[in-house]
């Protein structure tokens, strides 16, 4: 399993930002994405989830805000941030579990100034 992470940046506060991670190695269609996020110091967490039917999580403090989707068609699942804020500064990983185990991407930097 290969997930290829891609979107980060660095902006201001308000802005807005498009992850995308390309899976290979798996039927995309058939298994459910996510996007965690893990902010220096701390542990990582789910930001959003979406399954094969598009069934879709949000944390909390991202609902409202950010949206995930996928296009099954381009192996790619999306993770559109809008009204970003300097809490929202992390390295995002995208994640597929196959039969109990995790496959993680490299990660992508996001970072949100004030």
């Known amino acids: 399993v290969q997930l290829q992470a891609s979107g980060g940046g660095l902006v201001q506060a308000g802005d807005s930002l498009r992850l995308s991670c390309t899976a290979s190695g798996i039927i995309f269609g058939e298994n459910t994405m996510a996007w965690y996020r893990q902010a220096p110091g701390k542990q990582r967490d789910l930001v959003a989830r979406i399954t094969p039917y598009f069934s879709t999580t949000y944390a909390d403090s991202v609902k409202g805000r950010f949206t995930i989707s996928r296009s099954n068609a381009k192996n790619t699942v999306y993770l559109q941030m809008n009204s970003l804020t300097p809490e929202d500064t992390a390295v995002y990983y995208c994640?597929?579990?196959?039969?109990?185990?995790?496959?993680w991407g490299q990660g992508t930097q996001v970072t949100v100034s004030s």
């Open positions: 994640t597929v579990t196959i039969r109990g185990v995790a496959s």
